[in-house]
């Protein structure tokens, strides 16, 4: 989806510096967004004022190249250093991530198959670079999905890193946030499929400071490759036309996960109350024509 991804992961680095009377800490907080989050388009707007697209990158068929293009829509030159990185999800659409010597028996990471350049860029502001991708598979290359994220991380300038600690301070601490965006780097290999249900369709009353129900489900993949896609709720009263209440854009559901709970935050037309009719869901996929790959529906009594 393309959506907007929470930070993922759990890097957090501890810096040390000695003077002649005191030590200085400095913590650097580095905050991963990623894959698995919202989009808006086929762009994303990065924290740091870098603009990635696409942000989702799949090699199948006989597709070997692939371009990525970042953008510095800031007003300061920035430098971003750019990695491999894989990430496990959760049912909830949560991401953390893993060493590969903690993959899973179903877990398969793309890094080794793909050469990129460059490694680190430099953006003055509005200014563009493009990071070009190539695929090389190994001659025995089992069937299958492979996945790792491309993670753009920004290197913050001399101004922002801690300086040398005062002396007549025994103490000092310094926060320096690094920020950075993953996005999925995708490859199919040999033959791949997957099918996609939806269940559990529940409606939720607002709480706390919500002002609006919600519609929560869960998304159930079988097959060996991941799912992609967009969601939208639409109210069909028993009387009168149907209304669209609710959207959410790029989900995934990333492989070897079979189940994620989901939900959407509904907002009814003036003059339309969630009775007396039905909640129909639908799940799209944007890369085949807004091809419905799963669908289901909730009565409203």
């Given at each position: 989806m393309?959506?907007?991804?929470?930070?993922?992961?759990?890097?957090?680095?501890?810096v040390?510096?000695?003077?002649?009377?005191?030590?200085?800490?400095?913590?650097?907080?580095?905050?991963?967004?990623?894959?698995?989050a919202?989009?808006?388009?086929?762009?994303?707007?990065?924290l740091?004022d870098?603009?990635?697209?696409?942000?989702?990158?799949?090699?199948e068929?006989?597709?070997r190249?692939?371009?990525?293009?970042l953008v510095?829509?800031?007003?300061?030159?920035?430098?971003?250093?750019?990695?491999?990185?894989?990430?496990?999800?959760?049912?909830?659409?949560?991401?953390?991530e893993?060493?590969?010597?903690?993959?899973?028996?179903?877990?398969?990471?793309?890094?080794?198959?793909?050469?990129?350049?460059?490694?680190?860029?430099?953006?003055?502001?509005?200014?563009g670079?493009?990071v070009?991708?190539?695929?090389?598979?190994?001659?025995?290359?089992a069937?299958?999905?492979?996945r790792?994220?491309?993670l753009?991380r920004?290197?913050?300038?001399?101004?922002?890193?801690?300086?040398?600690a005062?002396?007549?301070?025994?103490?000092?601490?310094?926060?320096t946030?690094?920020?950075?965006?993953?996005i999925?780097?995708?490859?199919?290999?040999?033959?791949?499929?997957?099918?996609?249900?939806?269940?559990?369709?529940?409606?939720?009353?607002?709480?706390g400071?919500?002002?609006?129900?919600?519609l929560?489900?869960?998304?159930?993949?079988?097959?060996?490759?991941s799912?992609?896609?967009?969601?939208?709720?639409?109210?069909?009263?028993a009387v009168?036309k149907?209304?669209?209440?609710?959207?959410v854009n790029?989900?995934a559901?990333y492989?070897?996960?079979?189940l994620?709970?989901?939900?959407?935050?509904?907002?009814?037309p003036?003059?339309?109350?969630?009775?007396?009719?039905r909640?129909?869901?639908?799940?799209?996929?944007?890369?085949?024509?807004?091809?419905?790959?799963?669908?289901?529906?909730?009565l409203?009594?």
């Amino acid at each position: 989806m393309p959506t907007p991804q929470k930070p993922s992961g759990s890097p957090v680095a501890l810096v040390e510096r000695c003077g002649r009377a005191a030590r200085s800490l400095c913590v650097l907080f580095i905050f991963l967004c990623g894959s698995l989050a919202t989009a808006v388009g086929n762009a994303q707007s990065g924290l740091g004022d870098l603009l990635i697209t696409p942000t989702r990158i799949v090699f199948e068929g006989r597709q070997r190249t692939a371009e990525i293009t970042l953008v510095n829509t800031g007003h300061s030159t920035a430098t971003y250093r750019i990695a491999f990185v894989n990430l496990r999800m959760n049912e909830k659409g949560g991401t953390v991530e893993i060493g590969a010597t903690e993959a899973g028996p179903d877990e398969r990471f793309a890094e080794d198959l793909i050469r990129y350049s460059p490694r680190q860029v430099l953006l003055e502001p509005q200014v563009g670079q493009t990071v070009r991708m190539q695929l090389r598979l190994p001659a025995d290359l089992a069937p299958g999905e492979y996945r790792s994220h491309l993670l753009f991380r920004a290197v913050p300038t001399p101004e922002a890193t801690a300086k040398d600690a005062d002396p007549a301070a025994d103490f000092r601490v310094q926060l320096t946030a690094i920020y950075g965006i993953s996005i999925p780097i995708i490859v199919r290999h040999g033959e791949t499929s997957a099918t996609t249900t939806l269940s559990e369709l529940a409606l939720v009353p607002p709480t706390g400071s919500e002002t609006t129900p919600s519609l929560r489900f869960g998304i159930h993949r079988a097959g060996n490759r991941s799912v992609y896609g967009n969601l939208t709720a639409t109210f069909v009263p028993a009387v009168g036309k149907p209304s669209v209440v609710g959207i959410v854009n790029g989900v995934a559901v990333y492989t070897p996960n079979v189940l994620r709970l989901a939900g959407i935050a509904l907002r009814a037309p003036p003059g339309v109350t969630f009775t007396k009719g039905r909640l129909h869901l639908a799940y799209t996929r944007q890369e085949k024509g807004n091809e419905t790959i799963a669908e289901a529906d909730l009565l409203v009594p």
